[in-house]
């Protein structure tokens, strides 16, 4: 469930479109803030919030809410004055686990709330209902925002609940590309997956199922298709790309999944398009048609054909045409003065690479929010300055043949060195312009997984006919390691 975009070269590497936006900074106390801008400046007293006034909104209930949450508590800002206005009818929570542990089989012991409450992802105290309602935190539970008047700083819910807000934090995140209803991507049986309630429907399909088609070659592809492994149903991924992962696997890396797939009874439908998903005599799902006549059966088809930011009614508030999403800068301020966007629909300077990206991923989500709530309530000032970093965990349940994790850290830019046979492990450099840009790791230690990040930061100079000469990851990874030092 994660990807990135980007575009748009930033020169010398800043990007600063939007005007100084809105900082919060507390003067005398919890009773009053004063907030600055360069076209105004309002001073409201915390004692008025009692009615339709609050300091702080933030419109959105998933992990970027969760994370932002923490952050305003940690610098004594949360209690009577945060509101969080939310779809769900649960407390932020950490959506990876909805395409790995919580699709489990009963007997593999899956994930299950407040099992993965927000921050426990992150090692944290697990932000459950009772941690918002301990911290004085309001929580408007399935009451998405309807609308926003920018000029009266109100936003409006779908119960009509207007909230005046004194900063308001954008983090509504992607909701789930779908097939159009007219191809049938609407009848009963067919899956698509961002939050609890999309997951337990899925498993109530599965304890029935005896056929599953996975479309999409992605992270919920793989994920899923592990998945439903789990339950030993009869498991095709379709997808229209020559490999798994285009995003971001080689095609020899994508060979060696495949083939680990393939050992688990999964089958591939490669560079395939569909035409429509039919539907049986009892209305449910019953097969996925191709383009080229063929249709495969399927009592169960799980769609994860990527993403789209959940940019709603912020049209105003400035979006990036490169790369979707509501543009900000690097302390996540848009064009429109105390107005905030954070995780995945924040189009950002991506620092370290000079350009412009959107990243969906649980770890900018995390890191997203910290620094933009820091930045607001406090005289942080720095820059934004993150990491690509990008990870999955498959077949992690009981009985499995072989559990996989793997993780990659950087930029999947230049020519790329493959160490290893996948058997126990395998590593994958990206080397541009002899500058170390990306590394991939399966299977690696603690240790050796700690060293990703430093060797993408550094981008250190790297000899590439040495890492083609070692004879396993260990090696390569030493090579790599002593360059650090060159």
């Not at 005398?28 to 339709?52: D, Q």
Request: glycine share 10%.
């Amino acid at each position: 469930m994660s990807s990135i975009s980007n575009a748009i070269p930033l020169k010398n590497g800043l990007s600063l479109w939007c005007p100084r936006s809105t900082s919060v900074n507390q003067i005398s106390g919890p009773s009053s803030i004063v907030s600055t801008s360069s076209r105004r400046r309002f001073t409201v007293s915390a004692s008025s919030f009692a009615n339709e006034n609050r300091e702080f909104v933030i419109v959105g209930g998933g992990n970027a809410a969760g994370y932002a949450a923490r952050t305003f508590v940690e610098h004594g800002l949360a209690d009577g004055r945060l509101c969080i206005v939310s779809k769900e009818a649960y407390a932020p929570y950490e959506r990876p686990a909805l395409t790995k542990g919580y699709l489990f089989p009963l007997d593999k012991k899956p994930a299950r709330l407040p099992g993965f409450h927000t921050c426990v992802g992150s090692g944290g105290e697990r932000q459950t209902p009772d941690w918002y309602k301990e911290k004085g935190i309001e929580m408007l539970y399935e009451d998405p925002m309807e609308g926003i008047d920018i000029e009266k700083q109100t936003v409006r819910t779908n119960s009509g609940k207007l909230l005046k807000y004194g900063s308001l934090i954008i983090a509504t995140g992607c909701t789930a590309s779908r097939f159009p209803d007219k191809i049938g991507g609407n009848l009963p049986g067919v899956h698509y997956i961002r939050d609890v309630a999309d997951a337990n429907s899925l498993i109530s399909s599965l304890e029935k199922a005896k056929k599953v088609v996975v479309v999409g070659g992605g992270y919920i592809g793989m994920e899923v298709a592990a998945a439903a492994v789990g339950w030993k149903l009869d498991t095709t991924i379709i997808f229209p790309e020559d490999h798994l992962m285009t995003r971001l696997f080689t095609p020899s890396l994508a060979q060696k999944y495949e083939q680990l797939y393939q050992d688990y009874g999964v089958r591939f439908v490669k560079g395939a398009s569909i035409k429509n998903l039919e539907a049986g005599s009892d209305g449910r799902v019953a097969g996925v048609k191709l383009e080229n006549g063929s249709t495969i059966e399927a009592d169960t088809v799980v769609v994860g054909i990527g993403a789209k930011p959940a940019i709603g009614p912020f049209e105003r508030v400035g979006l990036s045409s490169a790369v979707g999403g509501i543009q900000v800068d690097g302390q996540f301020r848009t064009s429109v003065p105390g107005i905030f966007a954070i995780g995945d629909v924040a189009a950002f300077p991506l620092k370290i690479y000079n350009r412009i990206a959107r990243v969906e991923h649980v770890d900018h989500a995390r890191r997203s929010a910290h620094h933009c709530v820091k930045s607001l309530v406090t005289a942080h000032t720095a820059t934004y300055d993150y990491l690509p970093y990008f990870y999955s965990r498959v077949f992690e349940y009981e009985g499995s043949q072989r559990k996989v994790w793997w993780q990659f850290f950087g930029d999947n830019v230049g020519e790329t060195v493959e160490v290893g046979n996948f058997d126990p492990k395998v590593a994958t450099f990206w080397i541009d312009s002899g500058k170390l840009k990306g590394v991939f790791l399966e299977s690696g230690s603690p240790e050796e997984f700690q060293l990703l990040p430093k060797l993408a930061r550094s981008q250190p100079s790297i000899d590439k006919a040495k890492l083609e000469k070692a004879s396993s990851v260990e090696e390569a990874l030493e090579i790599a390691k002593a360059s650090l030092q060159g």
